[in-house]
């Protein structure tokens, strides 16, 4: 399946220096790891300097809202973002996890100031999973690492007024 639109140029950071965080998911660990190398490869082109980046394993998509909490009241990063995959199975297990993953990755954001985006796949297969970390559709980890480094800079821009 191929995207529908062009991809926004991708950001670079106007202040290299800042620390970012990755929290991935331990489910479906190839994809997160696909997810992690797309991520990685964007921030590196956006320019974040070399030992800046943090990453921090979780069990799954439903444990990154409290990491990414845990590490944005931190107070050492500019930006997180939460890499995984919750593929459909036959219960209503999915809804819930995907529900409770967007919904809490978004109120870190709004509870601290601090963005994290959200790179954790929601597909009916892995099939679709894989299509998205490193596929034919992209890699939503890089998606990711280009939107966080957009938000640090409009934060930083913002409060130097």
């Not at 800042?18 to 956006?46: M, Y």
């Not at 997180?80 to 978004?106: E, M, N, P, W």
């Not at 892995?126 to 938000?151: F, H, K, T, Y």
Request: charged fraction near 15%; include cysteine.
């Amino acid at each position: 399946m191929a995207r529908l639109e062009e991809r926004p140029p991708a950001p670079t950071l106007d202040h290299p220096a800042v620390r970012i965080a990755i929290v991935c998911s331990g489910f479906h660990r190839g994809i997160t790891e696909a997810l992690l190398d797309g991520a990685h490869e964007r921030l590196s082109a956006a320019g974040l300097s070399e030992g800046h980046l943090d990453i921090r394993w979780v069990p799954g998509a439903y444990e990154a809202p409290f990491a990414a909490k845990t590490l944005a009241r931190t107070g050492r990063y500019a930006g997180i973002i939460a890499l995984g995959a919750v593929v459909r199975g036959a219960t209503a297990h999915f809804d819930h996890v995907c529900y409770a993953a967007s919904q809490g990755l978004i109120q870190v954001s709004l509870d601290t100031g601090v963005p994290c985006t959200f790179g954790i796949l929601t597909c009916d297969t892995a099939a679709q999973a894989w299509e998205r970390a490193g596929g034919a559709v992209g890699n939503a980890g890089g998606d990711a690492a280009d939107a966080v480094v957009s938000l640090i800079n409009l934060a930083a821009a913002v409060r130097a007024g």
